[in-house]
C-alpha cells in the first residue's frame, strides 16, 4: 500500500527566510509525487509534480521540491518566505503502476505554514 | 472559466436524512473525483470514475452512492446521514482517463456537511 508522510503539523518561518515543507512517501513502485495547497474555505490548487528527470522541480509562485529517490522524499522548497505564503500543503503520491484501483492518490495530512513578519 | 463548481456550499442535516451533493466540471475532463476532508487525516477518496459511464469505490465508499450523469456532472448522495459524515466534501477532476495518470486534480471550493 502507499503512502504518505508530512512529519510536521506546522512550520514557522519569518517572511523572508527560506523555508521548508518534508514529504516523505512509500509506493511499491516509482511514484508520481505532487504538491497542493489549501488556502482558507478553498480547495487544494496544484503548485507543481515530479514525475521523472530532473530531481528539482519548479513550480507556481516560487515553490520548488527536490526529489530523493534513496530517501524517498520530495521535500518543497521556496527560497524567501512570504507571508501571502501562509496555507496549508498537501503532498500527494500515486505509484505509477496501474494496480487495478485506478487513479487512486493518496494525500498526507498536510502542514500548515505559518510565514510572519 | 468556472472549474469545478460545488454545490451547495454548506449544509446541515439531521441524522437519516438524505442529501445530493452537486458537481460540475467545464475543463472537458474525463475523470471525476470525490473526496473528504477530516482535521489531521488529509483528503480521502470516496469515489471517483474515471470516464463517462464508469464508477469506482475509493478508500471510505461506505454510506455514499455516485452518479456520473455525464462528461460533466458528478453526484455524490448520502442515502441516510450519521454524525460521522460531517465533514467538508470535495470534488475534482482532471485530465487523465484513470490508471496511474499524471495529470493533477483541479478541485471545488467544497462542501461543508453538518449531521447533527
Not at chain 2, 474525463?30 to 470514475?49: T, V
Request: glycine content about 10%; proline content about 4%.
Amino acid at each position: 500500500a502507499q503512502s504518505v508522510a508530512q512529519p510536521e503539523d506546522q512550520v514557522n518561518v519569518a517572511e523572508g527566510n527560506p523555508l521548508t515543507v518534508k514529504c516523505t512517501y512509500s509506493v511499491s513502485g516509482n511514484p508520481y509525487l505532487f504538491w497542493y495547497v489549501q488556502y482558507p474555505n478553498r480547495g487544494l490548487q496544484f503548485l507543481l509534480k515530479y514525475i521523472t528527470g530532473d530531481n528539482l522541480v519548479k513550480g507556481s509562485y516560487g515553490f520548488e521540491a527536490e526529489f530523493n529517490k534513496s530517501q524517498t522524499s520530495f521535500h518543497l522548497k521556496k527560497p524567501s518566505a512570504l507571508v501571502s505564503d501562509s496555507a496549508l500543503y498537501f503532498c500527494a503520491v500515486r505509484d505509477r503502476v496501474n494496480t487495478g484501483t485506478a487513479s487512486k492518490l493518496t494525500f498526507g495530512t498536510g502542514t500548515r505554514l505559518q510565514v510572519t513578519l | 472559466n468556472a472549474g469545478v463548481t460545488q454545490t451547495p456550499k454548506f449544509q446541515v442535516l439531521k441524522t437519516g436524512q438524505s442529501m445530493t451533493l452537486q458537481c460540475a466540471q467545464d475543463m472537458n475532463h474525463n475523470s471525476m473525483y470525490w473526496y473528504r476532508q477530516d482535521p489531521g487525516m488529509g483528503l480521502r477518496l470516496i469515489y471517483y470514475s474515471a470516464s463517462e459511464g464508469t464508477t469506482d469505490k475509493g478508500e471510505v465508499p461506505n454510506g455514499y452512492n455516485v452518479s456520473r450523469l455525464n462528461k460533466r456532472e458528478f453526484s455524490l448522495r448520502l442515502e441516510s446521514a450519521a454524525p460521522s459524515q460531517t465533514s467538508v466534501y470535495f470534488c475534482a477532476s482532471s485530465e487523465g482517463t484513470g490508471g496511474a495518470t499524471n495529470s493533477p486534480l483541479h478541485f471545488g471550493n467544497g462542501t461543508r456537511l453538518t449531521v447533527t
